[in-house]
């Protein structure tokens, strides 16, 4: 858990300050909803359904959770809706590309 949960924090975290984002609030409010979504997503894509389309679907599902919790802080849906989606793909293909690396 710990192995997916930090990276992803981290990753995410350095997606925000690229994007000009230095409010200590929103970036703390990202270490928190990070760790709301990735341990139940993990558990239950390696435990319950390992497949490549529930991660898919569950990905979505974090996006809309995540730029739903954004917009409590940074009060505009629309960034809001940037900093989810743009950290979420940073992250996921982050993740795709260590994968693929430790397979060759």
Do not use: D
Not at 63 to 78: H, S
Request: with cysteine; glycine share 4%; aromatic share 8%.
């Amino acid at each position: 858990m710990i192995a997916t949960l930090l990276p992803t924090i981290l990753i995410e975290l350095v997606v925000l300050w690229l994007l000009g984002e230095r409010r200590p609030m929103v970036l703390w409010s990202s270490v928190a909803v990070n760790t709301l979504t990735n341990i139940p997503l993990n558990l239950y894509v390696q435990h319950v359904h390992p497949s490549i389309g529930v991660m898919a679907l569950a990905e979505v599902g974090v996006v809309i959770v995540e730029a739903v919790w954004y917009v409590w802080f940074v009060r505009n849906l629309r960034q809001a809706m940037v900093y989810s989606l743009l950290c979420n793909t940073v992250s996921i293909l982050t993740g795709l590309l260590v994968v693929l690396v430790r397979l060759l």
